[in-house]
Every structure is written in structure tokens, then in C-alpha cells.
């Protein structure tokens, strides 16, 4: 098994289901291509993996579990991995989906400060904060959180890639290989990750936190001498002070660096407990997808495929990504929301709910109107308009009953439709 395989755009793997396109970039594990799936006809971005990888067995099937655990992440802001390809002479890649835009590594380059501001930053820290809850809620941690793994695709969406990937392979790699450490990138790694602990959401929280601080101030939190010692005993100097040694002018609001450095605290306790209590405490937090549109996306995920033949779309200028309106998640908060005031995207549950309420109080609605137009006599109702309603509701009290408990149903509806509202607002 040879090392560096030339891989050529043109070229077929898997019995001719992918065609390599172009090379989009090479990482810690090897290269990333660009490919068709001539199966499903979209493109795809392949992950090949190193010889060292391919060539343990214990390493392949630990990856394979961790494929599988992460193919049922089902998230907007996730880079969806789809296989595990192993083919017969020995070449192995991770299908996963293509985002056609650049990483925020590459974008924080490009940049003349060589820092991105906060208000190109906020919409994209609440899709980051939305992905990172979802996975943590489903039990999966990223352990490799860090700007080279998060990419903004051509509509302005935060995509974050490798999930649980590339920690597994960096884990495996550690094993046959001196020059690997553990799981991760050093400088994005929490005290616990470097100590080698049983990885958790605190240790996304703190590289979060790394990342955030490395857009924001252009530098690392520990950038030069021993990084592992100053990571595991040192407090990161504070980002406003950063951004004063270095004389770099980038505003950051002091509730973000205040985040940032809570992120970066030694003690997972003294870090936010949750992504969505971060994206709480800088005001994007961001609507929680239901199970219902999860189904909606996966459903018509097909239908919204880029063609293969369109290249990368290239970075355009920094202007803070907007939502669109036919996009329903992710969508981007202008303001920070006051929590409990029912913003929510109603779950299936509620939709439903709504749907049965209001089409039934459309129907007593009519009713009313109907049964009052055809059991109401027509004097009566000249004489209710000359303000004798005593004397209407003497005469008509028999033919009034029905048009009462009717109005009295409707009547208890409303009240109780608005005492669960209220209910589940104060709640
Ligand atoms: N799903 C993807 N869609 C499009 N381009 C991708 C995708 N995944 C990776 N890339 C591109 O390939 C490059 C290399 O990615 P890779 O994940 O191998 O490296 P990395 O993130 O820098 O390091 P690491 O190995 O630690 O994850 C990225 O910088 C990015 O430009
Ligand atoms: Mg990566």
C-alpha cells in the first residue's frame, strides 16, 4: 500500500460509482477530493484515508463504527457523512456531503487583519451552537471542533465537518504513530481532552471557545513555547487584551469575550454547561429543529443538490450571512429572543394541535352564524338593533337554546386555547 496514491480528476473508484472531480484540500489524514456519485448523481466529498489507517484493522473498525454513529446525525449545520468505502486493493474513503464553500480558517486568511468581525461571526456561532446541541443531545461529541472543520457554504450556512471523524482517526493514529498526541488538535483541546479523559460536550464547549477566540483576535489562546503546559495550568490572557498587544482593531461586544473566556475556563463546571446556553449568553440562540423538519429536510434533501459540474463557489465579501425566506431552518436571530415568549418552530405535535383548534373554531365559528341566521325570526333582529334585547330574549327564548350552547362551546374553547397558551408561556 503505497503512500501518496496520485489520484487524477477523471478517475473512477468504487466499480464506477464516483468520478474524481478536483482536489479540494489536504489535511491531517490525507487528501479531500470532489467527486460525482454516479449513482445518486451529487456531488460528494471524498476522505481518503492514510496507510496507517488502512492498514489496521482495529482502526478501520473503530472508524467504521464512528461512520455509522455519525450517518444518523441528521442536522442543516452538519457536513452529513453517508459511507465508509473500503475497496478490495486496499483504498478507503469517507463519503461524506460536498459543501461548496470555503472554511473559516481559509476565510479568517483572507482577511487583511486576518480576523473576521463579530457581526459576520454572530448568525453563523448560533447555527454552530444549534449543530453542537443537537449532537450532544444525541450523545455524540465532535473532540476536533476547530476553524479548518467549519465551511460556509454557498447560501451563508455553517457546515461543521469531521464530526467524531477525525477524532477517531487522530485516536488511531496516536497508536502506530509517535508524532501523534490524542484525539484532536492540540490548541483547540481542553485540559480533560489532553489528559486523555473520557471525551464530553465541555471539551466541544472549550474548543468552541479556542475557535471563537482565534477568528476574533487572528492568534490562538496558547500559541508558542509548551503549549500543553500552558493549556492544562494557564489562564488564556483575556481577547480585548489579546487584540491591544497585538494592535489589532476588531470589536468585539464585551458579553462575547466574556463567553469566550468562560468557554476556555480549566473546570469543565465553570464552562457554559451547553451550546445553547452559549448561543444564550451572546443572544443567537437559534429555533431547535423538530423531528418534523428533520423529515422535511431529508425528504427533499435530493431535490436541493448542486450540480457537480458547477465549481466551488468562491468566497464572496464578508456581509453577515442572512436567512432566506423559503429556508426554514437555519434562520438567523436579528435580536436576541426573551426566553419563553413561545418563538418557537412549532413541533408536529403543535402544528397539529393548531390545525384541529383553529379549524374547529373556524367550523363553531360558522355554525354560530348559521344556526343563529336560520332560528333568530327577522323582526327579532330589527328589534335587537332598536336596543330591545329584554324583550327579544323573552319572546325567542325557545328557538334561542341551540344558538346559546353553541356560543357557550365556542365561547370555552377560546378561553381554554388561551389558558394553555398562557400555561406553556409562564411554565
Ligand atoms: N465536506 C467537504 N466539502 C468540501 N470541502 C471539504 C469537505 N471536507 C473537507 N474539505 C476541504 O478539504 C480540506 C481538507 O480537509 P481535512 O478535513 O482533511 O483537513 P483539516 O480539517 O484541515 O484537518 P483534520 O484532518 O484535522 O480534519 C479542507 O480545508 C476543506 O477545504
Ligand atoms: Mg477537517
Given at each position: 500500500?503505497?503512500?501518496?496514491?496520485?489520484w487524477?480528476?477523471?478517475?473512477?473508484?468504487?466499480?464506477?460509482?464516483?468520478?474524481?472531480?478536483?482536489?479540494?484540500?489536504?489535511?491531517?489524514?490525507g487528501?479531500?477530493w470532489?467527486?460525482?456519485?454516479?449513482?445518486?448523481?451529487?456531488?460528494?466529498?471524498?476522505?481518503?484515508?492514510?496507510?496507517?489507517?488502512?492498514?489496521?484493522?482495529?482502526a478501520?473498525?473503530?472508524?467504521?463504527?464512528?461512520?455509522?454513529?455519525?450517518?444518523?446525525?441528521?442536522?442543516?449545520?452538519?457536513?452529513r457523512?453517508?459511507?465508509?468505502?473500503?475497496?478490495?486493493?486496499?483504498?478507503?474513503?469517507?463519503?461524506?456531503?460536498?459543501?461548496?464553500?470555503?472554511?473559516?480558517?481559509?476565510l479568517?486568511?483572507?482577511?487583511?487583519?486576518?480576523?473576521?468581525?463579530?457581526?459576520?461571526?454572530?448568525?453563523?456561532?448560533?447555527?454552530?451552537?444549534?449543530a453542537?446541541e443537537?449532537?450532544?443531545?444525541?450523545?455524540?461529541?465532535?473532540r476536533?471542533l476547530?476553524p479548518?472543520?467549519?465551511?460556509?457554504?454557498?447560501?451563508g450556512r455553517l457546515?461543521?465537518?469531521?464530526?467524531?471523524?477525525?477524532?477517531?482517526?487522530?485516536?488511531?493514529?496516536?497508536?502506530?504513530?509517535?508524532?501523534?498526541?490524542t484525539?484532536?488538535?492540540?490548541?483547540y483541546?481542553?485540559?480533560?481532552?489532553?489528559?486523555?479523559?473520557?471525551?464530553?460536550?465541555?471539551?466541544?464547549i472549550?474548543?468552541?471557545?479556542?475557535?471563537?477566540?482565534?477568528?476574533?483576535?487572528?492568534?490562538?489562546p496558547f500559541y508558542?513555547?509548551d503549549i500543553?503546559?500552558?493549556?492544562?495550568?494557564?489562564?488564556?490572557?483575556?481577547?480585548?487584551?489579546?487584540?491591544?498587544?497585538?494592535?489589532?482593531?476588531?470589536?468585539?461586544?464585551?458579553?462575547?469575550?466574556?463567553?469566550?473566556?468562560?468557554?476556555?475556563?480549566?473546570?469543565?463546571?465553570?464552562?457554559?454547561?451547553?451550546?445553547?446556553?452559549?448561543?444564550?449568553?451572546?443572544?443567537?440562540?437559534?429555533?431547535?429543529?423538530?423531528?418534523?423538519?428533520?423529515?422535511?429536510?431529508?425528504v427533499?434533501?435530493n431535490?436541493?443538490?448542486t450540480?457537480?459540474?458547477?465549481?466551488?463557489?468562491?468566497?464572496?465579501?464578508?456581509?453577515?450571512?442572512?436567512?432566506?425566506?423559503?429556508?426554514?431552518?437555519?434562520?438567523?436571530?436579528?435580536?436576541?429572543?426573551?426566553?419563553?415568549?413561545?418563538h418557537?418552530?412549532p413541533?408536529?405535535?403543535?402544528?397539529?394541535?393548531?390545525?384541529?383548534?383553529s379549524?374547529?373554531?373556524?367550523?363553531?365559528?360558522?355554525?354560530?352564524?348559521?344556526?343563529?341566521?336560520?332560528?333568530?325570526?327577522?323582526?327579532?333582529?330589527?328589534?335587537?338593533?332598536?336596543?330591545?334585547?329584554?324583550?327579544?330574549?323573552?319572546?325567542?327564548?325557545?328557538?334561542?337554546?341551540?344558538?346559546?350552547?353553541?356560543?357557550?362551546?365556542?365561547?370555552?374553547?377560546?378561553?381554554?386555547?388561551?389558558?394553555?397558551?398562557?400555561?406553556?408561556?409562564?411554565k
Amino acid at each position: 500500500m503505497s503512500e501518496a496514491i496520485p489520484w487524477q480528476p477523471q478517475q473512477t473508484l468504487a466499480r464506477g460509482r464516483f468520478v474524481l472531480v478536483n482536489r479540494l484540500g489536504r489535511g491531517g489524514m490525507g487528501e479531500v477530493w470532489l467527486a460525482s456519485d454516479e449513482r445518486l448523481r451529487e456531488p460528494v466529498a471524498l476522505k481518503f484515508l492514510p496507510p496507517e489507517i488502512r492498514g489496521d484493522p482495529g482502526a478501520l473498525d473503530d472508524l467504521r463504527r464512528e461512520t455509522a454513529r455519525c450517518h444518523k446525525l441528521s442536522h442543516p449545520n452538519i457536513v452529513r457523512i453517508h459511507d465508509l468505502h473500503e475497496d478490495a486493493d486496499g483504498t478507503a474513503f469517507i463519503v461524506m456531503e460536498y459543501v461548496d464553500g470555503p472554511t473559516l480558517a481559509a476565510l479568517r486568511l483572507k482577511q487583511r487583519s486576518r480576523v473576521l468581525s463579530w457581526d459576520y461571526l454572530r448568525p453563523l456561532v448560533g447555527q454552530l451552537c444549534a449543530a453542537l446541541e443537537y449532537a450532544h443531545g444525541e450523545k455524540v461529541i465532535h473532540r476536533d471542533l476547530k476553524p479548518a472543520n467549519l465551511m460556509v457554504d454557498s447560501r451563508g450556512r455553517l457546515k461543521l465537518a469531521d464530526f467524531g471523524i477525525a477524532a477517531v482517526v487522530s485516536d488511531s493514529m496516536s497508536r502506530v504513530s509517535v508524532h501523534h498526541l490524542t484525539s484532536g488538535t492540540l490548541p483547540y483541546m481542553s485540559p480533560q481532552q489532553v489528559r486523555g479523559q473520557r471525551p464530553q460536550a465541555a471539551d466541544d464547549i472549550y474548543a468552541l471557545g479556542a475557535t471563537l477566540y482565534e477568528l476574533l483576535t487572528g492568534s490562538l489562546p496558547f500559541y508558542s513555547g509548551d503549549i500543553t503546559h500552558q493549556v492544562l495550568h494557564e489562564a488564556p490572557e483575556p481577547v480585548d487584551e489579546r487584540l491591544a498587544v497585538l494592535e489589532i482593531e476588531n470589536s468585539v461586544p464585551l458579553e462575547v469575550s466574556a463567553m469566550v473566556m468562560a468557554c476556555l475556563a480549566k473546570e469543565p463546571g465553570q464552562r457554559p454547561q451547553s451550546a445553547g446556553a452559549v448561543a444564550g449568553r451572546v443572544g443567537v440562540l437559534e429555533s431547535r429543529a423538530s423531528p418534523y423538519e428533520a423529515l422535511e429536510k431529508s425528504v427533499f434533501s435530493n431535490t436541493e443538490a448542486t450540480s457537480v459540474a458547477a465549481p466551488p463557489s468562491k468566497p464572496g465579501p464578508l456581509a453577515a450571512p442572512v436567512s432566506r425566506g423559503t429556508d426554514r431552518f437555519p434562520r438567523v436571530e436579528k435580536a436576541p429572543r426573551k426566553p419563553g415568549l413561545g418563538h418557537e418552530i412549532p413541533s408536529r405535535d403543535e402544528a397539529w394541535w393548531s390545525v384541529v383548534v383553529s379549524t374547529t373554531l373556524g367550523y363553531l365559528f360558522f355554525l354560530t352564524l348559521f344556526v343563529g341566521w336560520i332560528t333568530w325570526p327577522k323582526e327579532d333582529v330589527v328589534r335587537y338593533w332598536e336596543s330591545n334585547w329584554t324583550k327579544l330574549q323573552l319572546e325567542t327564548a325557545g328557538q334561542l337554546w341551540l344558538w346559546k350552547v353553541v356560543l357557550s362551546l365556542w365561547l370555552l374553547f377560546i378561553l381554554l386555547v388561551t389558558a394553555r397558551r398562557f400555561w406553556r408561556r409562564w411554565k
